[in-house]
């Protein structure tokens, strides 16, 4: 029942909703990511896989995965060594149940083709220049996506996009007073209760403190999450849960401070954009949420937001670069950062934050890639 909901939403979007029709993606050279997983499925013998792709300069309807990275990750992630095999076969069984079933409801919702981050960039073995060619169109590669699936409640990468510790759902048949059955389905969405504390919601939707998944549900126009216990699903226009609720991931309003107002998705896709003042108040607003999350690398406190701030200064019409640069003359800024914003993106370290701009040389987005290590 649970994918036939989600397709229900998905056609809706897709029919019905006007902002959410016009987003469709140009993909070039420059955005389109290098490669994707093929998740038709193949056959080697007994086993079952998909394979890696070059895209090659032709478009793709895909799917993105938003996930955390565990050291299962690490072993299965890409390299020059396994590349040529990853293009032939991947067998389903090698990869964490958080990649298989995010393949699943892609496959349900007729979709051919997916990326995941660890699988589709080279991550070892060419001294990084893939990596940061990649991670410099991150923020277009989610952007460009059909729709993004994240593993919401998932810790580790085997944890799967549905918790093998949920409690199975309940069918009840009660008679009306005509003696008429009637059926009633009820689901256990979560044994402990109401997240009241900003480190309950943390344990309830891990996902939701990296750093690198703020960026990747905001820039993507379509989200499925898979939540604790239900599918929920937010378009530019609309959000939906299986529980019929208007919080979701369902935490108290006042700790949802890691789970981004969807208004913020619609700003940045908006056709007529709002003013400077509000967008720069939404900047503001993105930096201190960004601030409460986590990074392993503190070299990628800039990439993982880039697409963000390539995104608003498209709508700003300013050049993003990662500190303030000099006001040249009373007319003119250079710069995504003037004195008006909050001076520079934030960095994280030793339970505090301080300013990326009082430790990091301005640079542009390109060069931030450079100095990432990725997620």
């Avoid at 309830?204 to 905001?218: A, D, I, K, M, T």
């Amino acid at each position: 029942m649970s994918i036939v909901r989600l397709r229900g939403w998905l056609d809706q979007c897709l029919h019905s909703h006007k902002s959410c029709s016009k987003q469709k993606s140009e993909q070039n050279d420059n955005t389109r990511p290098s490669r994707l997983l093929h998740i038709a499925n193949l056959t080697r013998g007994s086993a079952n896989g998909i394979r890696l792709i070059e895209t090659e300069s032709r478009h793709y309807a895909y799917a993105c995965l938003s996930h955390r990275w565990d050291g299962i990750i690490h072993q299965l992630k890409t390299t020059t060594a396994n590349y040529n095999d990853a293009r032939e076969f991947i067998d389903l069984d090698t990869l964490p149940a958080n990649f298989r079933e995010a393949i699943w409801v892609a496959r349900k919702l007729q979709i051919d083709y997916m990326w995941i981050d660890s699988i589709c960039i080279i991550q070892d073995g060419d001294g990084g220049k893939d990596l940061n060619r990649e991670l410099a169109k991150m923020g277009h590669i989610y952007r460009g996506s059909f729709l993004t699936i994240a593993a919401v409640s998932s810790a580790t990468a085997d944890g799967g996009c549905f918790r093998s510790d949920i409690e199975k759902d309940m069918c009840l048949q009660i008679l009306d007073h005509s003696l008429r059955p009637i059926i009633i389905g009820a689901r256990i969405l979560d044994r402990q209760g109401r997240p009241n504390t900003l480190e309950n919601f943390q344990l309830h939707y891990p996902l939701l403190s990296r750093g690198w998944v703020l960026q990747e549900r905001l820039l993507s126009s379509r989200l499925v999450e898979c939540n604790y216990g239900e599918l929920a699903f937010e378009c530019l226009e609309s959000d939906h849960c299986e529980c019929g609720s208007n919080i979701a991931p369902h935490g108290a309003p006042s700790q949802k401070t890691l789970a981004m107002p969807a208004s913020y998705r619609s700003q940045l896709y908006s056709q007529s954009q709002p003013g400077t003042t509000m967008l720069l108040s939404t900047w503001r607003t993105i930096i201190s949420r960004y601030m409460q999350h986590e990074l392993t690398q503190p070299t990628d406190v800039l990439p993982a937001i880039g697409g963000i701030a390539q995104a608003m200064s498209i709508s700003l019409g300013y050049t993003y670069i990662a500190a303030p640069q000099v006001k040249t003359s009373a007319s003119q800024t250079r710069g995504f950062f003037s004195s008006h914003m909050v001076l520079g993106v934030c960095i994280y370290g030793s339970n505090t934050w301080a300013h990326a701009t009082k430790r990091v040389k301005p640079h542009t987005l390109e060069e931030q890639a450079a100095t990432s290590s990725g997620n």
